[in-house]
């Protein structure tokens, strides 16, 4: 037998459901293909919607749904209830017998309203029930009774009252929907359009769908979203240091979604988990306007042409002109994180090194990462526009390493960097060496380079060592990155052995690549011809690698993708993300939890 959640626990469930589906999305409508949701409710007319509405949710088939989630989930899944209406029940501390009542075969529907005098929107959900009185006779005669009806005047809703305790989540019942809220208040708010209004509408074809309008994305989204990234930079803006090279995109982005006049949330599961995010841009040829016509889109060869036993690849795709307008955020990105910042003519020769740098190479480069028993290499491939000038942009890029503020904030870190030229037999053509090490003071116990450990909570226990895990190495003392330019590319390796990680990123172009590992080629085939951002990751033998099992592990791809397709055929212009999870890794990340 399984033990019934407690209260808390159901009131934070129900809670987030009804949250999940109900936020971040806005009038479906008729533009979804398909049957009504709902004949309607007898008697009762659609009403306006509400002020503020910002979210809109259909679950067209929950009992469907549910199974399809329980067999991508497997193991302890199978333990759950097997219906959607079981599950409601239990998370809604209802009687377990009311879960025949539940219509798991007519769409879940999910509202929300934009709240200015809270920290989150209010939501609602609505469940179809068989006969909206039968259940309320259920639910408040006899002797099981757990509830009192109190009719609202004003709605026309039902509202549940419990006779003892207090209910996890305000209930009531309209029509033929049983109706779930936060509060009574947001029952009588959102409850009439979600049970009259909203059964009016074409029902989507996926799984879940949302369609997300311009006051969401404006409002909650665009704000979640700033403050995520926020959280990134330092008190006074400036990112952190992992996150300088990626700050020009996110605040790309962030001006992209802020130039969205709606979007679209779709959800598929089969075999694996497919999550589809698209969006339309606003009239006015703004930041996402200009995106849907001139971001770099292209196939996703360069990935697959990566060393086959990469574990992670990224693709990139960018033109020239977007890399000539970041490149003043990037030096602002670089000089914040140098104590008083770079004088105008220091700043000025870093910046023409990474303007000459950013001219000479190609609209693309890839990323891999690969695992052996000595730890983690990363490899890059990049294309080349004009190798001798490539060559001597980077060059002076390196050299900028001796500009007195720059070298003096890498020797506060403890951090001496050094170039010269490397010998790789096995590889034709001059490969190029960067060294970065600790100093001897940065290496002794208290020296400048070296990082305290942060101080543990007041009371809480140490962290305890994971079974199976090996002991964390120290880090090394230092770094070398290998690097070789060539007609067909810049590549360059670090980590471990980037000696092996350079040689396997240059042979696998003519050699064994990740488009010959079949689960890989599969994962990332259907991406198509318009990618501007791709990334594929094996998190199953990640884990495996970490645990100190190199090789270990299923093939289970991730691939998160983004892309943007121009109007045309009767179709308007969309910038898309893209998620797809293998069901494998679905399962095992759920099992194994902390350890990746």
Avoid at 580 to 586: E, G, K, M, S, T
Wanted: proline share 10%; net charge neutral; aromatic share 2%.
């Amino acid at each position: 037998m399984i033990a019934r959640p407690t209260s808390a626990v159901r009131r934070r469930a129900a809670a987030l459901l009804a949250l999940v589906l109900g936020l971040s999305a806005g009038a479906l409508g008729c533009k979804s293909p398909g049957a009504p949701a709902d004949a309607g409710v007898a008697g009762l007319s659609p009403v306006p919607a509400p002020a503020g509405l910002i979210a809109e949710a259909y679950l067209p088939t929950p009992d469907a749904t549910w199974a399809k989630a329980r067999a991508l989930l497997g193991g302890p899944a199978a333990l759950l209830p097997s219906s959607a209406g079981a599950l409601a029940a239990s998370l809604l501390g209802l009687p377990i017998a009311v879960a025949s009542e539940i219509d798991g075969n007519v769409p879940l529907l999910g509202a929300a309203v934009e709240s200015p005098d809270r920290p989150r929107p209010r939501a609602a959900l609505g469940i179809h029930v068989k006969d909206g009185g039968r259940l309320i006779d259920q639910l408040t005669r006899g002797e099981g009774a757990r509830f009192r009806a109190k009719p609202d005047a004003a709605t026309s809703i039902a509202l549940l009252e419990p006779l003892q305790g207090a209910s996890p989540v305000a209930l009531g019942v309209l029509g033929n929907y049983l109706l779930v809220a936060e509060s009574p208040s947001d029952l009588t708010t959102l409850g009439p359009y979600v049970a009259r209004t909203m059964p009016q509408a074409q029902v989507p074809k996926e799984d879940l769908a949302i369609e997300i309008p311009r006051p969401a994305i404006e409002g909650p989204v665009l704000r979640a979203a700033r403050s995520a990234w926020d959280e990134a930079r330092g008190p006074d803006g400036a990112p952190a240091a992992t996150a300088v090279p990626l700050a020009p995109m996110i605040e790309g982005g962030l001006a992209v979604l802020g130039d969205l006049e709606r979007a679209r949330l779709t959800l598929v599961l089969d075999e694996s988990a497919h999550l589809r995010v698209s969006g339309t841009p606003k009239a006015g040829g703004g930041p996402a306007s200009k995106a849907s016509t001139e971001l770099a889109v292209g196939d996703v060869r360069p990935l697959l042409d990566l060393p086959a036993d990469a574990l992670a690849g990224i693709l990139v795709r960018d033109r020239a002109a977007s890399r000539a307008e970041n490149v003043p955020k990037l030096v602002d990105a670089l000089a914040g994180l140098i104590e008083g910042g770079l004088p105008p003519a220091e700043r000025e020769r870093l910046g023409a090194a990474i303007r000459a740098a950013s001219d000479a190479r190609g609209d693309w480069f890839a990323g891999g990462l690969r695992f052996d028993g000595r730890g983690p290499t990363a490899f890059v491939r990049a294309a080349v526009g004009d190798r001798a000038k490539l060559e001597a942009a980077i060059q002076d890029l390196l050299g900028a390493t001796e500009l007195p503020p720059i070298k003096a904030a890498l020797q506060r870190e403890g951090i001496r960097a050094s170039t010269g030229k490397a010998e790789l037999p096995q590889l034709e053509g001059e490969v190029r060496r960067v060294r970065f090490e600790q100093t001897a003071a940065a290496i002794r116990p208290g020296g400048a380079g070296a990082s305290p450990a942060p101080p543990a909570r007041k009371g809480a226990p140490a962290p305890p060592a994971r079974k199976g895990a090996p002991a964390a190495a120290p880090p090394p003392a230092a770094i070398e990155l290998l690097y070789q330019i060539r007609d067909d590319g810049l590549f360059a390796s670090v980590g471990n052995d980037p000696g092996a990680g350079l040689r396997s990123a240059v042979a696998a172009v003519q050699g064994e690549s990740l488009g010959d590992v079949p689960a890989m080629k599969a994962a990332l085939a259907p991406l198509g011809a318009d990618i501007a951002f791709a990334l594929v990751v094996e998190p199953l033998r990640l884990v495996a690698s970490r645990l100190g099992q190199p090789g270990a592990g299923d093939p289970a791809p991730v691939v998160i993708a983004a892309g943007a397709a121009p109007a045309g055929a009767g179709a308007p212009a969309a910038i898309w993300v893209r998620a797809d999870i293998a069901a494998a890794a679905i399962r095992e990340l759920a099992r194994l939890g902390g350890a990746f």
